[in-house]
Nanobody, 130 residues
């Protein structure tokens, strides 16, 4: 089992920045991808950014490219999501997630063939006011 704990959500104005953190604990060795999803009221959960724990490959949704950056600190078992130039449409509950599935991109896009074990944090709220 893997436990994920997010922090860093807040309320900011349009154009502001936030950094989310997620600490992973438990049996993280089988994890092939970690990332962030978000869900706004009335909308489906969508993948935002992902990273391979064993390397530097990163993946982003088109809506956040060039504004969000995912990174990791192996020593702290932590991933981060730096969010710049925030927009009201970025407002959502953000979830840290991890998977044993090897293909980060497909996992973020929630493709139907994705298998393996998936883990979720409790979520942290990001609100961007106009």
């Amino acid at each position: 089992q893997v436990q994920l704990a997010e922090s860093g959500g807040d309320s900011v104005e349009t154009g502001g920045s936030l950094t989310l953190s997620c600490v992973a604990s438990g049996n993280t060795l089988p994890i092939n991808c970690m990332g962030w999803f978000r869900q706004a009221p009335g909308k489906e959960r969508e993948g935002v950014a992902g990273i391979h724990p064993g390397g530097d490959s990163t993946y982003y949704a088109d809506s956040v490219k060039d504004r969000f950056t995912i990174s990791q600190d192996h020593a702290k078992n932590t991933i981060y999501l730096r969010m710049n130039s925030l927009k009201p449409e970025d407002s959502a509950q953000y979830y840290c997630a991890a998977t044993t599935w090897a293909l980060c991109g497909g996992w973020l896009r929630r493709e139907r063939n994705v298998a393996g074990n998936h883990y979720w944090g409790q979520g942290t709220q990001v609100t961007v006011s106009s």
